[in-house]
C-alpha cells in the first residue's frame, strides 16, 4: 500500500515554511526559508526543500494547505486557514495538553488559548507594531552589533536592571544607541530590553488569560533569553517544541491529512468554520478592540484584535 503525504505550507512575513507528513501525521520533512519579506520564491524554495528531503513529488501529495501572511500565493492548496487555527493545531500535536500558544513571528505575535480538544478558545493578536517580533530583536541585534543567534546568550550574562523608555522599534535603536553612549554593559542592555519585551508579551496574553501548560513558538522561540524572561514574566516554565519555527505549517499539513482521512471538504475539517465565523459588531461575545471598525470577514487581522469562540 502506497504510504499518502500531506503538504503544509506556512508563508510568513520574513519565513517560508514547509512541512510534509505522512498518512499517521508524522513528520516526513520540513524546511523554513529565511526571506526578506512575502516572497514566491522563498515560498517555492521552501516547498521545493521539504519534497526533495521527502524524496516526493508535488503530484504524489495526497493533499495541500497553506497559511500566514501569503497564504493565498501558495499554488495547489485545497484550502487556506488561519494562523490562529493552524499553530494552534500544530502546537496542540507537537505539546500534547498544551492551553495557551504564545507565537512570536517576524511581525507580530499572538496569544492563543487552547481547549481540552486542541481547537482555539480565545485569541488575540498584534499585527500593527513590531514591539517584541522579530524585526524588533533584529534591530536590537543591529544596535548592538551582535549576531542575531548570540543576542538570547548576551541577554542571559546582563543584569535586567536598566530603564527601557520606549518599546517601538522604530524608536527603540536609538534608545539603545543613547544606552551605550553611556558606556553602561551592552549585555545589561540586552538583558534589560528582554525583560520589557516580555512585559509587553504578558500584556496581550492578559486579554486571552494565562492558562497553563504554556508553550512559546515561531522563531523567537529559539532565544534562551526570550523564553526566560517570558516564564519569569508569567510565573510559570514556557515550553519550547523541538521545532517551533514550523507549528503553523505542521498543522496546515495535519488539516490537510485530516480532511483526506474523513473523506470531507478540507473546509469542513477541525471545526475551522465554527472558529472563525463571518461575524459582526452586533453579536454578543465578540471583541476587537483595536480593529478600526472594518471586520468583514473571517476574524484573523487586525491590530490587538481580541476574540473569544
Avoid: W
Avoid at 61 to 87: A, D, M, N, W
Avoid at 173 to 195: C, G, K, N, Y
Amino acid at each position: 500500500m502506497t504510504t499518502r503525504h500531506y503538504l503544509g505550507v506556512d508563508l510568513g512575513s520574513t519565513t517560508a515554511k514547509a512541512v510534509v507528513i505522512d498518512g499517521l501525521g508524522g513528520i516526513a520533512a520540513s524546511s523554513t526559508i529565511a526571506m526578506g519579506a512575502v516572497s514566491r520564491r522563498g515560498m517555492q524554495r521552501a516547498i521545493d526543500a521539504a519534497l526533495e528531503s521527502a524524496g516526493l513529488e508535488t503530484a504524489e501529495l495526497s493533499g495541500t494547505v497553506s497559511t500566514g501572511y501569503g497564504r493565498k500565493l501558495v499554488p495547489g492548496v485545497q484550502r487556506t486557514f488561519t494562523e490562529i487555527t493552524c499553530h494552534a493545531r500544530g502546537t496542540s500535536e507537537m505539546v500534547p495538553g498544551v492551553r495557551l500558544v504564545i507565537d512570536v513571528g517576524g511581525q507580530d505575535s499572538k496569544a492563543i488559548t487552547v481547549g481540552s480538544d486542541g481547537l482555539v478558545d480565545e485569541f488575540a493578536m498584534n499585527d500593527r507594531c513590531a514591539s517584541g517580533t522579530g524585526r524588533f530583536y533584529e534591530v536590537l541585534a543591529r544596535a548592538l552589533e551582535c549576531e542575531i543567534d548570540d543576542l538570547g546568550a548576551l541577554a542571559m550574562q546582563g543584569n535586567d536592571d536598566l530603564e527601557i523608555s520606549t518599546m517601538c522599534a522604530t524608536f527603540a535603536e536609538t534608545e539603545i544607541v543613547s544606552l551605550m553612549a553611556q558606556d553602561l554593559p551592552v549585555a545589561d542592555i540586552a538583558s534589560s530590553v528582554h525583560r520589557a519585551i516580555a512585559a509587553r508579551t504578558l500584556a496581550l496574553v492578559a486579554q486571552v488569560g494565562k492558562r497553563t501548560p504554556v508553550v512559546l513558538t515561531g522563531g523567537v522561540a529559539r532565544n534562551p533569553a526570550a523564553v526566560h524572561f517570558l516564564s519569569r514574566a508569567l510565573r510559570v516554565e514556557v515550553g519550547v517544541p523541538e521545532q517551533p519555527q514550523i507549528t503553523g505549517a505542521y498543522g496546515a499539513a495535519l488539516l490537510a491529512l485530516e480532511a483526506d482521512q474523513r473523506g470531507r471538504p478540507v473546509q469542513d475539517v477541525a471545526g475551522a468554520d465554527h472558529l472563525f465565523p463571518r461575524t459582526s459588531h452586533d453579536e454578543p461575545g465578540h471583541s476587537c478592540a483595536g480593529c478600526d471598525g472594518n471586520l468583514a470577514g473571517p476574524v484573523d487581522l487586525g491590530a490587538s484584535i481580541a476574540v473569544r469562540r
